[in-house]
């Protein structure tokens, strides 16, 4: 074989330095059909002190304050012990909605804050909602 055997390609095209995923970044991206807006009552809930092991709920209430009807596209928890329920069908213009958020605190101990993440076809298209609490640390046996 010669060095000029061009059936054979030389190491595929690589790239040097992949860029890091960022998922709160990358599903941030304009939505793609017209945009509304939405305001909460409240951004962020203090559940105040718990005991290890406590499961509590706490719902926040918005308003589509824009002209199109407002479609959640995504509602995530920063972790698996916070758990929102978001509406799957749109909200119309001046209608409220409800956003049901568990936080379970088991395993959990001292300070703890955790978030929301809601895409919608909002501008901007993410919003974040914040939940935080005390948790006493359940008594070893």
Do not use: R, W
Not at 6 to 35: C, I, L, R, S, Y
Not at 84 to 110: D, L, M, R, W
């Amino acid at each position: 074989m010669t060095g000029s055997d061009k059936a054979t390609p030389a190491t595929p095209a690589v790239n040097a330095k992949p860029q890091a995923f960022d998922p709160a970044k990358d599903a941030a991206q304009a939505p793609a059909g017209p945009t509304t807006s939405m305001v909460f009552d409240t951004y962020e809930h203090d559940f105040g002190t718990l005991d290890e092991g406590d499961a509590v709920t706490h719902v926040f209430s918005f308003t589509n304050t824009g002209s199109e009807p407002l479609l959640l596209e995504k509602c995530k928890g920063s972790c698996g012990c916070t758990v929102p329920q978001c509406p799957k069908t749109p909200i119309a213009p001046g209608a409220q909605g409800e956003i049901e958020v568990k936080f379970n605190s088991k395993g959990k101990k001292n300070n703890q804050t955790k978030t929301v993440t809601i895409n919608a076809n909002t501008d901007p298209a993410q919003t974040i909602l914040k939940i935080k609490a005390f948790v006493n640390p359940a008594e070893t046996k």
